[in-house]
C-alpha cells in the first residue's frame, strides 16, 4: 500500500520510480468524502477540470457510502455520467449515468439501534442536533452530532473525536458485541460497524460494505484510492481485499493528496 508520505516523496527512489509505472489499461476506483471532496463538500473547481480529463482517458469507478443526492452534491453531473459505473451506499445502490443497475435494501434491526442509542446517551459530546440515523439502500449512516449539524458543529465534532477516538472505540464496542459474539449463530445476520466521514459510524451487514464489488473486477489491474484504509475505517475491507489479490491500494488523507498523486502518476504514464 502506498501511503501519505509515500505520495509526498514521491519518485525519489527506483522502488518508488517502478511503483508508480503505471501499465496502461489500468482500472481506477475512487471513495468520494475525502478523497476527491472534502468531507459532505463540493468537489474543487480546479480539481474538477483535471479530474475530468483524467476520467475521459481511464477506466474510472466511484465508490461511497453516501445515496445518489447527496454524491451529487459533491460530484459534477458530468463527471458523475463519465464514470462506468458509481456504486452508492457502500455499493448497495449502483448507477450508470442515471441508471439504476442494482439496489439491495435493509433496514438496522431494533436490538442493534437501542444499542447505538444507549451509545448516544454515553457521549460527553455535549451538541447533538438530531437525526442521529440516516438509513440509505443497504446500510445505516449513525452520527453523534447529527445530520443536522452546521458547519462549525461538524468541526467541533471531528475535533472532538480526534482527541477523544470515540467514533472508533463505538465501533469497537459494536462489533465486539454484535459481531464477534454472534459469528458462532449461523441463524445471526451478521452486522458490522465502520468509521465513516468525520461524523459517521456506518452500520452494515456482513459482506455487504464497499469490498463486495471487488468481485466485479480483476483486482491486478485496479488502483483504488480512499481516506479510511486503516482497520476499522470504511475503506478498510476493500483496501484489504484488493491487496490480497493483486491490487493496489493509495491511501490519502484529503482530495489535495489525490490531485497531487494524480498529477505526478500522469507525468509518469
Not at 472505540?169 to 459474539?181: L, P
Request: net charge negative; charged share 30%; hydrophobic share 35%.
Amino acid at each position: 500500500m502506498i501511503s501519505r508520505d509515500d505520495i509526498e516523496a514521491f519518485a525519489e527512489t527506483d522502488e518508488q520510480k517502478d511503483y508508480w509505472n503505471i501499465p496502461t489499461g489500468m482500472i481506477y476506483i475512487f471513495d468520494v468524502d475525502g478523497t476527491l471532496t472534502p468531507s459532505r463538500g463540493r468537489m474543487n473547481t480546479e480539481f474538477a477540470l483535471f479530474f475530468e480529463d483524467f476520467v475521459i482517458k481511464n477506466e474510472c469507478y466511484l465508490i461511497t457510502g453516501s445515496d445518489r443526492e447527496k454524491t451529487l452534491e459533491q460530484i459534477p453531473k458530468p463527471i458523475y455520467d463519465m464514470c462506468l459505473k458509481v456504486y452508492q451506499c457502500s455499493g448497495n445502490h449502483v448507477f450508470q449515468r442515471d441508471k439504476e443497475l442494482h439496489r439491495s435494501d435493509w433496514e438496522l434491526p431494533d436490538k442493534h439501534r437501542w444499542w447505538l442509542l444507549a451509545e448516544l446517551s454515553d457521549s460527553g459530546f455535549y451538541r447533538k442536533t438530531g437525526q442521529h440515523f440516516d438509513q440509505r439502500i443497504g446500510l445505516v449512516n449513525f452520527s453523534i452530532p447529527g445530520r443536522n449539524c452546521n458547519i462549525e458543529e461538524r468541526a467541533m465534532y471531528k475535533q472532538w473525536d480526534e482527541h477523544k477516538k470515540e467514533r472508533e472505540g463505538i465501533a469497537h464496542r459494536f462489533n465486539e458485541r454484535w459481531y464477534k459474539q454472534e459469528w458462532w449463530d449461523i441463524s445471526a445476520d451478521l452486522v458490522i460497524a465502520t468509521v465513516a466521514g468525520e461524523t459517521g459510524i456506518d452500520i452494515t451487514p456482513h459482506g455487504y460494505g464497499k469490498e463486495q464489488i471487488v468481485k466485479n473486477f480483476d483486482a491486478t489491474k485496479v488502483i483504488y484510492f480512499g481516506d479510511k484504509t486503516e482497520e476499522g475505517g470504511n475503506d478498510f475491507e476493500i483496501a484489504r481485499k484488493l491487496r490480497d489479490k493483486g491490487g493496489r491500494v493509495i491511501e490519502v488523507n484529503s482530495w489535495e493528496d489525490t490531485y497531487r498523486c494524480l498529477q505526478k502518476m500522469e507525468n509518469m504514464i
